[in-house]
């Protein structure tokens, strides 16, 4: 059979497609491609921490590896057991330790006592010295000065009438307290109450008068050292002491000492007026008076010896100490005290209500 002839085919050197086609080619592959990678740069974590994970699956599940093990108690091995506690056997009882027995608590009043002078005391590191020589020496109480037989105060006190009387040496109070409490010795805070002539004459209203006059009465002639004195019955002075008590509180002071709760002395006291009086007779206002300072702090009342002797007979107190409601009695003697007074006194005294009664005896404290 005869091939037919087709003739020569042409090759043409240039595509169909017109410019205009041959851009919109490349911009649409351009767009398919950025499009291919923006979901494969957003699916692309996704899908490789799925494959990832379905792997490890896989891959635990065969093994075995991915079931949750517990660990078995595995005991003790015998030889790291007591003797006493080998297998089988019950545990034994711990041995009992036998712990620290705590030191019985000092009942009021015990342990050393010491009276601190306004110069070991007028600055904070002057006081940490001395509360630490004194801790040192056994001392638990100590006895600072507030206001003197003068009537002089020694500390920066706040209230009116004490600051006229100031004495030229004082001392940081609060200080001096603090330093004492870390030591663990009890402050406590010396007030001479009525025998005060400082405070009768910087206001007389305090004070006692000479008969119906506006004089004040002085407990001997002036020519020969003679003192106002403040009139337990005013009530202005009981404020006065009153208020110096509560002050001692505030500065951290624990107790106080009162020395002369007491009228004046007898010699020409005839002629001392000592106002209304309310119909009550020396020993009820001195138990009201000692009431007011006692609801504040702890007081210690300390009387001579032979005075609380005289009882009801007393002509300063009108009655034993006992029965003006002392709770912490301080019998002072210069000497070595009788035996038999102090005896007698000191069972007089509980027997009315006194719950200690201690002897000063040439300044050494000690209880009765």
Known sequence: MAKRNMGK????SRSFYTGGQRAKRIAGAAALLAGLF????LAGPAVIDFGTST????????SGEGKEKLPKPTPAPAESLPEEQQPGEPAAAPEETQEPKPEPAQNIGEGGWAFVSVTSVQSAEQAKATAAQLAGQGVRYAVLPFKDEQGYVYYDSQVETARACLSSTTFDAASAAAALREQGIVPVASISVFQDPAAANADRAMAVRYQNQEYLWLDRARDKGGKPWL????????????????????LGFEEVWLTHLQFPPASGRSKANFGDTG???MDKVLADDLARFQAVLPCWVEYPLDEAARGAESQLLGAAPGALGVERLVLRTEEAADPEMLTAVSETAR????????????GTFSLA
Request: aromatic share 12%; charged share 20%; glycine share 8%.
């Open 55 to 62: 792997w490890y699956k896989i891959k635990w599940s065969l």
């Open 231 to 250: 009139n337990p019955a005013s009530e202005q002075a009981v404020a006065y002491n009153e208020s110096l008590i509560k002050e001692a509180k505030q």
């Open 279 to 281: 119909g009550r007779g």
């Open 9 to 12: 085919v042409k090759h043409y």
């Open 351 to 362: 027997a009315d209500g006194v719950s200690i009664v201690a002897l000063l005896e040439a």
């Open 38 to 41: 923006l979901v494969g740069w």
